[in-house]
């Protein structure tokens, strides 16, 4: 009766092993239907003179849902919390300039167990028209800039009165 029990025990352990290995190394964020429809943070405008402008450059929302809000006021965001950076092309006519063509959505989640190694934050960028992550890889990229933060629980903005 002992080799049956060490055979299972065996093919289980086997199993496991097998199933870890093809673990995704790295949890994903994903696309935040419907979140123009939150809480509207801030706009900014990030010019040609911008060292960030290649990529970022246009204007930017910041879109937070119900948990970031709280988050925003307590100094510390609790785990749900979702920050989108929403980036258009900037365009201008006759000096004066408004968005344009949507370039990317880039969001934030917080997730303590999900994302301890980037300060409990997730990070993820979609390409316009995207609804799977793409860019931004790894998420340390985007965690070494916003590690600068910590004392904003790695969060830019603040919430406007």
């Not at 929302?61 to 749900?80: L, M, Q, S």
């Not at 000096?95 to 959505?105: C, N, Q, W």
Request: hydrophobic share 40%.
């Amino acid at each position: 009766m002992r080799l049956p029990l060490v055979i299972t025990l065996g093919a289980m352990a086997a199993l496991a092993w097998l199933a870890s290995s093809h673990a995704d190394p790295q949890p994903t964020v994903d696309y935040p239907q419907g979140f123009t429809r939150w809480t509207h943070v801030t706009t900014g405008l990030i010019g040609p003179g911008n060292p960030a402008y290649a990529h970022f450059g246009g204007f930017h929302d910041v879109y937070a849902n119900a948990k970031a809000i709280e988050g925003y006021g307590a100094a510390r965001f609790a785990d749900g919390a979702v920050l989108v950076f929403d980036v258009h092309e900037a365009k201008t006519v006759q000096d004066a300039a408004s968005p344009g063509a949507r370039r990317l959505v880039d969001v934030m989640v917080k997730d303590r167990v999900r994302f301890g190694s980037t300060g409990g934050w997730g990070f993820a960028e979609f390409p316009a028209g995207a609804r799977e992550p793409q860019g931004l890889q790894p998420a340390n990229a985007c965690y070494s800039c916003h590690a600068t933060r910590e004392k904003q629980d790695h969060v830019f903005t603040r919430l406007s009165d």
